[in-house]
């Protein structure tokens, strides 16, 4: 039983780690991508620096928004859901103890047994039971809008100001090249850990992750140069 309470935690915290590591790698590979596009156009180091921190503000914003405009919906479901279970238990207790009692009889336990458990779970809070048991909404795994929103704009900008730093610290003439490379080893990173948390071959997710990121970059350097040559 201990084991799977900790299990249960850890594929919670899990799933938390793979949410913020994919937030990381969208914020690392646009705002990288933008960066590289801009300073292969030949802009300057401000401009550079300027572009990214708009990546990051408006990326990060976007994520925010988007995030919470999915799990809101998904927390509206769950609050109908709710609303709907309450009323039924209020306006028909015997079918609801019944619906109860077959969901633990279905589970293995035998009809007696079954019918003690649903009727002292009933007795101490019938919502909890339904809501858990035949809903399978929990109160840790409630739909957190504000919370998810919160997180995947940070994680979006820890990854967005890992090219930042890299324009920041590059010399002016190699800004391109030293982003790029930062950029790359740190997807290889962000790959590792995603493959890790998920259960798969690190080098694989390290792989796909970076090959995908460079792709990005490649793509938006040469729009930034082609741009940039006919300004
Ligand atoms: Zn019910």
Redesign the pocket.
């Known amino acids: 039983m201990r084991a799977l309470h900790v299990e249960s935690h850890r594929a919670h915290r899990i799933g938390w780690l793979r949410a913020s590591v994919l937030g990381a790698n969208d914020g690392v590979v646009s705002v990288s991508s933008l960066v590289v596009g801009v300073a292969a156009g030949g802009a300057t180091a401000d401009v550079i620096l300027l572009t990214g921190m708009a990546g990051l503000v408006a990326g990060a914003l976007s994520m925010a928004a988007g995030e919470y405009i999915s799990v809101q919906s998904q927390a509206d479901t769950e609050n109908a859901d709710l609303e709907r279970?309450r009323k039924?238990?209020h306006e028909d207790p015997e079918h609801?103890l019944e619906?109860?009692t077959n969901i633990y009889v279905e589970r293995g336990l035998d009809l007696p047994l079954a019918k003690q458990v649903a009727l002292k779970l009933t007795e101490s809070d019938a919502l909890t039971a339904?809501a858990r048991d035949?809903l399978g909404i929990t109160e840790v795994l409630r739909a957190r809008p504000v919370q998810a929103a919160l997180a995947s704009a940070a994680a979006f900008s820890v990854g967005a100001a890992i090219p930042i730093l890299a324009t920041v610290l590059a010399a002016k003439d190699h800004v391109a090249l030293i982003t790029t490379v930062i950029t790359l080893l740190s997807l290889t990173a962000l790959g590792s850990i995603a493959a890790w948390a998920g259960g798969a071959t690190i080098w694989k997710g390290a792989l796909r992750v970076t090959f995908w990121g460079a792709i990005a970059m490649g793509v938006t350097a040469l729009v930034g140069k082609l741009f940039g040559a006919n300004v």
């Open positions: 279970e039924e238990l609801e619906e109860l339904h035949e």
